[in-house]
């Protein structure tokens, strides 16, 4: 009897416990709610306020608006904060408890990117309005703003790395079903905004705030794909002195070259396959790692020039693209009509080409990238004397884009700016991450620029139904030629008639190389066979990969082969995987992660992962993985970026 008593004694102070959390919550959800309805209009007219034109986009409403909403975040987060001891605690009451339990988490997310976001519109303000003397440009006013913002974006990240704290103590699953489009939205975002302060943080060092900085820029080709993006075709130096580029210069990447000079001898493949005796900047990126062709390239270029770099920029042609579809075009003094994103890669042809009856001589080699330059000053003459809102704001965007897909590449000296560069994976360097990894690179060895007629595919399968073995990998590369005329596998330097054209219909000679754990085991493969009539040495290939040890600790599989015109051929690869690739957890469910690294100079090569779980164990909740019917689970799409799959494996339940 003293026991029922006791436990109905406790049941009765637990009820009037609970009521009471309830009077005193509900009290003060009641005082929140005009805040919170007054956040909810601030956001729905901040978001009308965004999709709709920047240039008419008055930034005095934006500001009012925005530091409303911090007011009014900060006002519930700080009633919220009285209460959270106990909401924290009521995630087990049935139905509600998940949702009460994420109610101060989810006030605090939302308080810190409010103050984020504020504190950013406060500091930058400046740059948005227009230029007051007209003389500025655009380099020299970001690092005016930049200097004088410094203790907003300090705020700012602070802010961020507190909404990222809040942000781990919630699931989207336990707040209202009203809510969780915008938390979602919102997640999608929050690693850009925190790799843009990160970017602003050491931005002033880039821009030469307390020396002038020099910059070795590579072109790089994607039509002739190499490691880092292409063939290095035009090599130039910006100049940054105080926020204003006090020097600019491009030009042909063959006119370095200072041959009465020692240069070191070249990697084997480019001596095995183009006959090449010393190694030249052209050929200095063959590492896929950025890091390390940069400094090869720099090297290469100190040998010619003696020249002093702080650190190496590369571009391809997508990046001009990209950048012009958001500046509009430019006008050249060489050319009648204005250069944008539609015709930049016509005009290129044609101004490499010689001109109708003149042949390939001496003068057209000369001449034959004098372009470069020309365009190179128009685009950054135009885009530093702008003070369109709506395009800084873009191009911005824009960069961003350029350098997380790889289509940018950059490597600092500036130990701050190269941490933070390498942190947020932005200087194209190879970090491995725990669990699998995989990279396919190819190599353009054939002196032709027909990459954009090939087509690729990857499929990549993971075997690890057999829970006592080491996974199996099996890699499938399939290449097509989209080259339909009939044209003999010559391999040699050559120009053809000097159209542009002309060297992209051509057979495809390639040598490529797939990273792997550093750990893996080869176990077959093949890749097709090369008669000796068909490379510049006259070494038929057997159709064998090469094993060896590469850029961080990683394995590479390696060959060559010769995809002739109207084509297709797929190569394979057969590998074990350590068995530390698959993680388990407190609960013996099987975590498992690959890192899936996207070549440079790529636009989206299809891939697809399929993975054969071990017996036993099935997919816990994850959309990114589709279940087949044989138990297999797969993922698929364009690797347009670095992507990091995860996916959780769980024991079935046996009944």
């Not at 709506?390 to 700016?417: C, N, P, Q, W």
């Not at 190879?430 to 060895?445: A, I, Q, R």
């Not at 190569?571 to 350590?578: G, Q, T």
Request: glycine share 8%; with cysteine; aromatic share 8%.
């Amino acid at each position: 009897m003293s026991k029922i008593l006791a436990r109905s004694r406790h049941n009765y102070t637990l009820l009037a416990f609970i009521i009471l959390l309830f009077s005193v919550t509900g009290l003060e959800i009641w005082r929140t709610y005009s805040y919170a309805s007054s956040l909810k209009d601030a956001a729905g007219e901040l978001q009308s306020l965004a999709g709709g034109d920047l240039a008419e986009l008055d930034l005095d409403t934006v500001a009012a608006l925005v530091q409303g909403a911090r007011s009014d975040a900060e006002a519930i987060q700080k009633r919220t904060r009285l209460i959270a001891p106990l909401t924290n605690r009521l995630g087990w009451l049935p139905k509600i408890g998940p949702m009460i339990a994420a109610g101060a988490p989810l006030v605090d997310y939302a308080a810190n990117l409010t103050i984020a976001g504020d504190e950013l519109l406060t500091g930058f303000a400046p740059l948005l309005q227009e230029s007051t003397d007209g003389t500025s440009s655009l380099s020299a006013r970001l690092l005016a703003v930049l200097q004088n913002a410094e203790a907003n974006i300090s705020n700012a990240e602070a802010a961020l790395q507190n909404a990222g704290w809040a942000r781990e103590g919630f699931h989207v699953e336990a707040i209202p079903a009203s809510l969780r489009g915008p938390i979602e939205q919102v997640d999608r975002f929050f690693p850009l905004a925190q790799q843009a302060v990160r970017v602003l943080q050491v931005l002033p060092s880039l821009l030469g705030d307390d020396r002038p900085s020099t910059y070795l820029l590579l072109a790089q080709n994607e039509d002739e794909l190499r490691a880092t993006g292409g063939f290095i075709s035009g090599v130039g130096t910006l100049t940054v002195d105080q926020g204003r580029i006090s020097s600019l210069s491009l030009g042909d990447s063959y006119s370095v070259d200072d041959l009465s000079k020692s240069y070191p001898a070249p990697p084997e493949p480019l001596q095995r396959y183009m006959s090449a005796s010393i190694w030249l900047v052209r050929d200095g990126n063959w590492s896929p790692d950025f890091p390390t062709a940069a400094y090869h390239v720099r090297e290469l270029y100190r040998i010619s020039t003696d020249a002093h770099l702080d650190g190496v920029i590369a571009f391809d042609q997508q990046a001009l693209e990209r950048v012009l579809k958001t500046t509009g075009p430019v006008l050249l003094p060489s050319t009648p009509d204005p250069i944008g994103a539609g015709n930049i890669r016509d005009y290129m042809h044609q101004a490499w080409a010689p001109a109708p009856g003149e042949g390939l001589d001496r003068e057209w080699w000369e001449q034959r990238k004098d372009f470069m330059a020309e365009l190179g000053s128009a685009l950054v003459d135009q885009v530093q004397g702008s003070a369109d809102r709506s395009m800084l704001l873009a191009l911005g965007r824009t960069t961003m884009e350029l350098v997380r897909e790889k289509h940018v590449l950059i490597y600092i000296d500036e130990s701050a700016a190269a941490y933070a560069l390498s942190d947020l994976g932005w200087d194209g360097s190879l970090h491995p991450v725990e669990g699998d990894f995989l990279m396919v690179v190819d190599s353009n060895v054939g002196f032709n620029k027909v990459d954009p007629r090939i087509e690729r595919q990857v499929e990549y399968q993971v075997d690890m139904s057999n829970p006592t073995a080491p996974p199996i990998a099996t890699l499938l590369l399939s290449y097509a030629n989209t080259v339909t005329e009939d044209v003999p596998c010559i391999h040699q330097a050559t120009y053809g008639e000097g159209a542009y054209s002309d060297m992209q219909r051509r057979c495809y000679w390639d040598y490529v190389r797939v990273f792997t754990p550093g750990s893996t085991l080869f176990l077959g493969g093949s890749l097709p066979r090369v008669p000796g009539d068909w490379l510049i040495s006259g070494e038929k290939q057997n159709g064998d990969w090469s094993v060896s040890e590469g850029e961080g600790g990683l394995a590479v599989y390696g060959g060559m082969f010769v995809l002739p015109t109207a084509a297709q051929a797929t190569l394979r690869l057969s590998y074990l995987l350590p068995a530390s690739i698959l993680q388990s957890d407190q609960d013996l469910n099987l975590i498992y992660t690959i890192q899936l690294v996207k070549q440079p100079g790529t636009s989206g090569t299809p891939v697809t992962v399929t993975l054969l779980p071990p017996q036993g164990y099935s997919l816990y909740d994850s959309p990114e993985w589709t279940l087949l019917h044989d138990g297999a689970l797969q993922w698929s799409n364009r690797l347009i970026a670095d992507t990091v799959l995860t996916l959780q494996l769980i024991p079935v339940q046996t009944p």
